[in-house]
């Protein structure tokens, strides 16, 4: 029996031990098994980190090349969708343009190649920041107030009279908060002219009467500026009969200065007026070029007086150059006409 005892108690005892060893085996595994998974975990979200930030940043990357690529396709984005609002009742323009010899630039308005220049005015270092006014004129159909609109800067329109290819013209007006008109008026070489265009040779009833159809057809009409008219702002009679309708009308007047010999100043000053003019022409050329040196001038002459008004006409490279220039108007503060009286 002690035999048997002795041998049981040798068995249980290297039981224990095996038992031991397998459990320390398994403990050892165990452990490195978890140890590896956990070091394998940190390594793969380190790596799976690293893959999703360089995705990131290819995403950046390609957001900020997509951002640099519009930023140098916006102005022509702006540039294609003013063009294309500018085709719109091409037809009613083109058969305007042939009825009254009105072409890209605005030669038409002035007689010879040469710009009247600005009235003498001296240098004026006011408190406020220079103000500057751009006046639209030959407004006539809705491309151009659309097309105008779209800059979505303070520009005062100049609507023509309503005719036989324009003849909404005052229902356009009539929704627009300031408008002028810009009145047809006697030049010395044009004849491809407006109907019911003022003569020089014209009486007071008449110039009057045309004055209070011009008031029926444009109600919030203030301001009125003359289209074409260097024979008719020459004359100094007809100049007195003009002020005089206005006056009735509560109408004021702007001097387009189609002509360097104006009498306008000298009517003005018989009135007690102020004289209110152009001081530049911005498309007398076509080219865009052209028209931003213009607008570069228009800018520096009212820093140097105080303030400026510069006439252009609703063509796609006027408005293309207007939009492309407005850098330049935070220089100056971009008013409507009327706040310059």
Known sequence: MPRKKKAAS??????????VWILAVTAVLLGSFIAGYYVGYDSAKKDISQKAKAKEDKKLSMLK???????????LDISNRLKEVLKKDSKAVVKEQESVGEYEDA????????????????????GHKPMLAIIIDDVSVRSHVNAIKSLNLPITMSFLPPSKYRPNSHNLASKESFYMVHLPMEAQNFTKEEPFTLKVDDSQELITQRVAEIKKLFPNVKHINNHTGSKFTSDESAVKKLVYALNKANIEFIDSRTIGSTKVPAVMKSYGKKYVSRDIFLDHEFDKNYVKGQIKKAVEFAKEHGSAIAIGHPHSNTILAINESKKLFDEVELVLVDRLY
């Open 107 to 126: 030669s038409h308005e002035v007689d010879g190649d040469v710009l009247p220049k600005p009235p003498k005015r001296e240098a004026i270092k006011e």
């Open 65 to 75: 090349k997509l951002e640099e690529e519009s930023g140098k396709s916006r102005d």
């Open 10 to 19: 040798k068995k249980e005892s290297r039981f224990l031990i095996n038992s």
